[in-house]
């Protein structure tokens, strides 16, 4: 296990799983903390034995947003607070690589994600829930709006009025009302999480990744795209494919009755 202090990452089986690890404050966002999980991401995404990623938190929490004790100074002064340049810092970087990385990054939800630490759940491809996990946006709660993605992301996963509602009273949403709204892919036993989320994501790592980077991409487009534009785009996609080792493979496999070896490219 190596360690950025804030941020833990274990590598296995071509599964990166990193872990935010302020546990005692829930995981809530400082600015080396948010400095780290940049760094992290951007690294997973260059390292070619990373072929799938898991993103959790230490302890009995998710994650809690913007570490609010490490930014009350901003409230003794006088002057306005900058939100706009700390998000465009260090946030949307963050949210910007998780969507555009060609990559899946599973959520391992252990606990209560709140705040920025529920737009990082909401900005995983999927999430897997522990029995005690639930999803607050808080933000309204102290007078602010969702950020980090979560305007973005909460309407197209559970529609407008539910997304909403959940911004708006900052009502928390528990595991079970998460799976049934579609927040999540899964609900398993706390003692279950890791375990079950690692056997997705090493199952996923041995498939035909480049195609799987490729599927990230097109359904990401699609949310902002036309038919006749997408129908473009998947032609076009399909050309890059078509041209990778694992389709090969794969076709070669299927005519021979044999299981294939996708190697990720
Ligand atoms: O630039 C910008 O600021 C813009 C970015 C904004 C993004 C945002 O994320 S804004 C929203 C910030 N987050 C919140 O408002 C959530 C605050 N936390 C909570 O509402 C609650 O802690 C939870 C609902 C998440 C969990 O409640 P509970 O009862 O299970 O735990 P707790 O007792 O409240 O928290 C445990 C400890 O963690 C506690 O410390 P203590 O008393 O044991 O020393 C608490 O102060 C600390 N903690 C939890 N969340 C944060 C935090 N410390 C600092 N910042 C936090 N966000």
Partial sequence: MGSEESI??????????????????????????????????????????????????????????????????????????????????????????????????????????????????????????????????????????????????????IGVARAMEMACTGRKIEADEALRIGLVNRVVPDADLLAATTELATKLASMATRAIGLIKRAINAAWTSDLETQLDYEAMLQQTAGQTHDHREGVRAFIEKRKPVFRGE
């Fill in 8 to 157: 833990l990452v274990h590598d296995d089986k071509g599964v990166r799983t990193i872990t935010l690890n302020r546990p005692d404050v829930l995981n809530a966002f400082n600015d080396d903390m948010l400095s780290a999980l940049k760094k992290t991401l951007r690294a997973a995404e260059k390292e070619k034995t990373v072929r799938c990623v898991i993103l959790t938190g230490a302890g009995r929490a998710f994650g809690s947003g913007q570490d609010l004790a490490d930014v009350k100074d901003r409230y003794t002064k006088d002057e306005p607070v900058q939100f706009t340049q700390h998000l465009r810092d260090h946030y949307n970087p963050i949210i910007t690589k998780m969507r555009t990385m060609e990559k899946l990054i599973i959520g391992a939800i252990n606990g209560v994600a709140a705040g920025a630490g529920c737009s990082l759940a909401l900005a995983c491809d999927m999430r897997i829930a522990a029995e005690s996990a639930s999803f607050i946006q808080a933000f309204v709660k102290v007078g602010l709006v969702p950020d980090s993605g979560s305007t973005f992301m909460l309407p197209r996963l």
